[in-house]
């Protein structure tokens, strides 16, 4: 009896009818290389009894050869990511004003290119995504060390992110940055023995500053995705999130 339409016939679970079965899909073949080399540094110095200083540097060699068969997407990159800070106590062991700027970057694996119908193009390399961060903030210990509390603002930027092709979902692109910034409040009080009390608020607002991170299917096109079946997509949309922690 043959299957019912829009199905497919039932095949033995054996490597040899999987194959047989997958013979005709075609596949895509990549052969990637990548290296990697850093070094890392740190030391705290005691400027004064009440001003401490960290600074800190890390360096990086990343060398991809992406795909062996392509002869662009070779990448290569000498990175330092250095990282300062600074603590000032205006009462000793009591009240801290801190401030840190930090830089950071992670490597970015490459991706597989297919066209708008799902064949393959290419193996697309790209640049590491890179972070710069500053933070200040106050750190206090009062009431005969029964009150703890620590107030920090921040700001990072990271930037040339990877996102979809808003031309051909089967692609990606770099070029993108988003920023967040918000602040960060905890307290934790012990005001009699065995009674400990903890409190935190934090508030925190991201958005994308280059690039396309928030609409989708932006030019609104009609469009189908699928091998055995034909599934439509959603036409032009738009990303928002809310998050509450608690």
Known sequence: MSPAPG?????PLTATAIDELLAGTGNAESEIANSSYRAYFSNVLNITPQLMALV??????FDSKGEKS????????????????????PVPDKVSLFANY????????????FDEGGEYLRTQSFKPEHANQLEFGVKAEVLSNRLFATLSLYNIKVSDRV??????????????????????VDIQAHPV??????????YNQIETVEGNFNVNNLT??????????????????????????F
């Open 163 to 184: 996102y979809p092709d808003p031309v051909n979902i089967n692609n990606s692109v770099q070029g993108g940055a988003v920023r967040s910034q918000g602040f960060e």
């Open 102 to 113: 930090m830089n950071a970057f992670i490597n970015v694996a490459p991706q597989q290119v």
């Open 7 to 11: 199905t497919t016939e039932t095949v």
């Open 70 to 89: 392509a002869d662009d997407d070779d990448f290569d990159q000498f990175a330092v990511s250095p990282k300062f800070g600074l603590v000032y106590q």
């Open 220 to 245: 609104d096109e009609v469009y189908y995705t699928g091998y055995w079946s034909v599934n439509p997509q959603r036409p032009r949309n738009f990303v928002g999130g809310v998050a509450y922690k």
């Open 56 to 61: 800190s540097l890390r360096a990086d060699y």
């Open 193 to 202: 023995e065995g009674l400990n009390v903890l409190a935190g608020y934090s």
